[in-house]
């Protein structure tokens, strides 16, 4: 791939319309930019544009089999993109009523405008519509749905800021806006409806996100697909590997699972800095971090993760060992990402 000029333009306050501009300018002419969405920077397409959806897989190294979220930037754009079968509007639209903008992704039957590329072939396509204004500018301004996966390399950690989507694209694409950190930290909740006559409907949890079990139960009966791991998964969010640091990331049953090799460096990425939690006096660590340090927020646990990883994985460990979250609510997400980034690692 020839190397160009990755620019980084701020989009605060009083650069925000220029910011807007010139990557509406940039889509609109079939390239690809990336733009902040409150869960992780995406990397931008027009999603009626199969050549300018083919520069995001280029860009990312991503194979052709995993399908791209579609951004909405207002309702009325739904139906462009998607159909919404009888069976299942009711639902479908108190989701989107309860949610939108923000982070829940819902899979529907594809309308025809949308390319194969983007869907991967699949008759369904993931929409979304982004809690970010920015994100939604550049979408109206465009006046055409925004098709955009994270914006790092295909497997690697999501991008939470203009700066780690630089580490991820520099040389590859012509222009990142900055609109600071990410507000939420992880992907969307990827949900899928199934309608069930008389009975409530089941929404398929296909990737855990910031939208809880608990926040959908509401709406219909929640079944989480936590290990959707086959050759073909239905959310390659969902392979095994994923979200992976280039340093091995450990992940144990029980603390003392863990037996260092002499000489070898580790360092411990911590809930929130607990010894009880048995792991900060269990080695001598290189280095400590903390996702949510002192009281364990779950919620900045989640802001913080990609940040962290990276930043440990930067230190020249020989591996990180990661400490457990609890599993409830947001911790349903957190630990999926930690799970999915040790994957072939243990
Ligand atoms: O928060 C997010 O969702 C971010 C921001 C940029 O919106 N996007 C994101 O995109 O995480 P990406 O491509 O990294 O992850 C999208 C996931 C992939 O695992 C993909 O397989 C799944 O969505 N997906 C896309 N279309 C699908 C479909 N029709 N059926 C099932 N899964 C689908
Ligand atoms: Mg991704």
């Given at each position: 791939?020839?190397?160009?000029?990755?620019?980084?333009?701020?989009?605060?306050?009083?650069?925000?319309?220029?910011?807007v501009?010139?990557?509406?300018?940039?889509?609109?002419?079939?390239?690809?930019?990336?733009?902040p969405?409150?869960?992780?920077?995406?990397?931008?397409?027009?999603?009626?544009?199969?050549?300018?959806?083919?520069?995001?897989?280029?860009?990312?190294?991503?194979?052709?089999?995993?399908?791209?979220?579609?951004?909405?930037?207002?309702l009325?754009e739904?139906?462009e993109?998607?159909?919404?079968?009888?069976d299942?509007?009711?639902?479908?639209?108190?989701?989107?009523?309860?949610?939108?903008?923000?982070?829940?992704?819902?899979?529907l039957?594809?309308?025809?405008?949308v390319?194969?590329?983007?869907?991967?072939?699949?008759?369904?396509?993931?929409?979304?519509?982004?809690?970010s204004?920015?994100?939604?500018?550049?979408?109206?301004?465009?006046?055409?749905?925004?098709?955009?996966?994270?914006?790092?390399?295909?497997g690697?950690?999501?991008?939470?800021?203009?700066?780690?989507?630089?580490?991820?694209?520099?040389?590859?694409?012509?222009?990142?806006?900055?609109?600071?950190?990410?507000?939420?930290?992880?992907?969307s909740?990827?949900?899928?409806?199934?309608?069930?006559g008389?009975?409530?409907?089941?929404?398929?949890?296909?990737?855990?996100?910031?939208?809880?079990?608990?926040?959908?139960?509401?709406?219909?009966?929640v079944?989480?697909?936590?290990?959707?791991?086959?050759?073909?998964?239905?959310?390659?969010?969902?392979?095994?590997?994923?979200?992976?640091?280039?340093?091995?990331?450990?992940?144990?049953?029980?603390?003392?699972?863990?037996?260092?090799?002499?000489?070898?460096?580790?360092?411990?990425?911590?809930?929130?800095?607990?010894?009880?939690?048995g792991?900060?006096?269990?080695?001598?660590?290189?280095?400590?971090?903390?996702?949510?340090?002192?009281?364990g927020?779950?919620?900045?646990?989640?802001?913080?993760?990609?940040?962290?990883?990276?930043?440990?994985?930067?230190?020249?460990?020989?591996?990180?060992?990661?400490e457990?979250?609890?599993?409830?609510?947001?911790?349903?997400?957190?630990?999926?990402?930690?799970?999915?980034?040790?994957?072939?690692?243990e």
């Open positions: 791939m020839p190397e160009i000029e990755t620019r980084i333009l701020s989009a605060e306050e009083e650069d925000m319309k220029t910011a501009s010139q990557a509406t300018a940039l889509l609109a002419a079939g390239e690809i930019v990336a733009v969405t409150e869960t992780v920077y995406g990397l931008a397409a027009d999603a009626f544009n199969a050549d300018a959806v083919a520069k995001v897989f280029a860009a990312k190294e991503r194979p052709a089999f995993d399908p791209l979220i579609v951004h909405i930037s207002s009325k739904l139906p993109v998607a159909e919404l079968p009888e299942i509007a009711p639902v479908v639209k108190s989701l989107a009523g309860a949610f939108w903008p923000g982070p829940l992704t819902i899979v039957p594809k309308s025809a405008k390319p194969d590329i983007v869907t991967s072939g699949l008759p369904t396509v993931a929409v979304r519509q982004s809690g204004v920015i994100f939604r500018q550049i979408g109206k301004a465009l006046g055409r749905p925004i098709a955009a996966p994270s914006a790092n390399r295909f690697r950690i999501s991008p939470t800021s203009a700066s780690a989507v630089m580490k991820e694209l520099d040389g590859r694409i012509p222009l990142i806006i900055d609109g600071g950190a990410c507000s939420e930290g992880v992907e909740t990827i949900v899928k409806i199934e309608s069930r008389e009975q409530r409907p089941l929404i398929h949890v296909l990737r855990a996100g910031p939208v809880t079990k608990e926040d959908l139960q509401k709406f219909g009966k079944v989480i697909q936590k290990r959707l791991v086959s050759e073909h998964p239905e959310a390659p969010g969902q392979l095994a590997s994923h979200y992976a640091p280039l340093t091995p990331l450990l992940m144990f049953e029980k603390p003392e699972d863990f037996k260092p090799e002499p000489g070898k460096k580790y360092g411990l990425l911590s809930y929130r800095g607990d010894p009880k939690a792991y900060i006096d269990l080695h001598e660590w290189e280095v400590v971090e903390e996702l949510s340090p002192g009281s927020k779950l919620i900045e646990a989640a802001v913080r993760l990609f940040y962290v990883m990276r930043h440990l994985d930067e230190q020249g460990l020989d591996a990180i060992v990661a457990p979250v609890s599993e409830t609510g947001l911790g349903v997400a957190i630990m999926d990402r930690l799970r999915r980034a040790a994957v072939g690692r």
